[in-house]
């Protein structure tokens, strides 16, 4: 399962809005071994394709040894389909060369939808896992249910103890 803060799946899908009708690609880095998605990388579509994305060739290898300078890897590489579901194509399988890497894809078919699902990929077999996306400004160990008209019997407002 690939969990993801709100605000980096905001900040993905807002990329490949950005660019459309082109694919949008990035990466989204995290501390090495953590499986932890932190820090989103957009990256340029070099091939300007609105059927195929290629990283830049130089900036690949400028991010890949910023992310080693830092201990990360690539956690989640993303890129977008303009006119097709968010599955990874014949194309994508063969190119996916991050075996430990979630591949995120996010359909721009249709302007109001927000279509997006990740995928392992590994030696050509693409297996899909769910996507929990996590709000990070709420605290998941906080109470988030309430019980209103419940009150005591009786209400000791001075705290008196009595």
Do not use: K
């Amino acid at each position: 399962m690939l969990s993801i803060d709100r605000s980096i799946v905001d900040a993905i899908v807002a990329h490949a809005r950005r660019d459309h009708p082109d694919e949008a690609c990035g990466v989204v880095a995290g501390p090495a071994g953590s499986d932890t998605p932190t820090r989103h990388i957009p990256m340029e579509n070099a091939a300007r394709s609105m059927t195929f994305y290629e990283f830049d060739s130089m900036e690949h290898l400028r991010v890949w040894r910023e992310m080693d300078d830092r201990d990360e890897e690539p956690v989640v590489i993303y890129h977008s389909h303009t006119a097709t579901e968010a599955y990874p194509s014949r194309t994508d399988v063969s190119f996916a060369g991050e075996p430990g890497a979630h591949y995120l894809l996010v359909s721009t078919r249709d302007p109001d939808t927000e279509e997006i699902r990740s995928f392992r990929i590994v030696d050509g077999v693409v297996a899909e896992e769910p996507v929990r996306i996590v709000d990070a400004t709420v605290d998941p160990h906080a109470v988030q249910s309430y019980m209103f008209g419940q009150s005591p019997a009786t209400v000791d407002y001075e705290c008196s103890g009595r």
